[in-house]
């Protein structure tokens, strides 16, 4: 059973800041493309951005710049850098886990965390 557990989330000024990381278990780390999410107070969750299994990554266009997504395979663990945070970034931040890249970049994978929850103020 796939486990995703985020951490990393706070409080942050505008223009600083943060990053999120997630633990993964349960299958074969490297074998899969994994992905970040958000979801703002009111609003559907949203894609963020995707490492493939192979490093290539993707961006929603309203993060591309600011935030960086990365892996590390000896750890099982994919990160979220988040620089120049803007107010409109506060949100809960999902890591999800699929073998499919589509399936993130697409949302409509199943394997989600519990997510971590970023404010930014101004």
């Known amino acids: 059973q796939v486990q995703l557990v985020e951490s990393g989330g706070g409080l942050v000024q505008a223009g600083g800041s943060l990053r999120l990381s997630c633990a993964a278990s349960?299958?074969?780390?490297?074998?899969?493309?994994m992905g970040w999410f958000r979801q703002a107070p009111g609003k559907e969750r949203e894609f963020v951005a995707v490492i493939s299994c192979t490093g290539s990554t993707y961006y929603t266009d309203s993060v591309r710049g600011r935030f960086t997504i990365s892996r590390d395979n000896a750890k099982n663990t994919v990160y979220l850098q988040m620089n120049s945070l803007k107010t409109e970034d506060t949100a809960v931040y999902y890591c999800a886990k699929d073998i499919s890249l589509s399936n993130i970049r697409s949302g409509v994978t199943t394997n989600w965390g519990q997510g971590t929850q970023v404010t930014v103020s101004s």
């Open positions: 349960g299958g074969t780390f490297r074998s899969y493309a």
